[in-house]
């Protein structure tokens, strides 16, 4: 037999049949049970990983991506939260509006009181000492003015407690009278609205007092106010009229401020 040539055995000579060639993965590489590697199984099996990888990431983007779209499209659909939207451009306006009104506000404030400053300043330097000669007699109308709407105040607070008192003392007589009426039964509703109706006299009564109190404290206070006015009127004649046009000027600077207040 020459060599390298291959012999048949024949069937049932008991030799062992020839294994057949398997293939394993050892650290990336391909190996057959001969223990010779195979370039390129590793490879394969990388690239096949790889290739399955991705196509999940694009999988997911575009999963993400229609998520969006339905989230702007409920967006679109929904008209309430275009309305909101609606009202809060609304709003933004007219806060902005709002803010222009108010730096324009506070200027012409600011104007108006250095132009007041500036005049008043003035009249001061050409009328001299006149003007703080004057001032208790103007201080004095200021205070004899303020007495007298407290006086008006107190007086309509006496005129709603007369008033409150005669209404309540009406409810007494017409719970009265539904008690003698049903004098048999003696109607529980008609004493609960005696006893009311009676503790309402009694509170009006007391603030009737105590407002007529208030009138006659503030009544004086008026009073001796007014005296004092006239005292000074006699005593700085002179010198108020002299001062006249400095204190008017600003009583109408003052009033202005207030407008704008």
Known sequence: MEPGSLRESPAGSGDPKPAEWREEIRNGMAVGNDGKGRAGGGDNIDTFKKTDGEGAEDRIVEKVNIDKKEVRKSEELDPRIQEELEHLNQASEEINTLELQLDEARSSYRRILTDSARKLNAQASHLGTCIEKARPYYEARRLAKEAQQETQRAALRYERAVSMHSAAREM????????????????????????HSTCKVNEAEEERVRSVEEHQRVTQQCQQAEARVQSLQNSLRRVILRSKPYFELKAQFNHILEKRC
């Open 172 to 195: 007494v007589y017409v719970a009265e009278q539904g008690l003698m009426a049903d004098c048999n039964t003696m109607d529980p509703t008609w004493q609960e609205m005696l006893n």
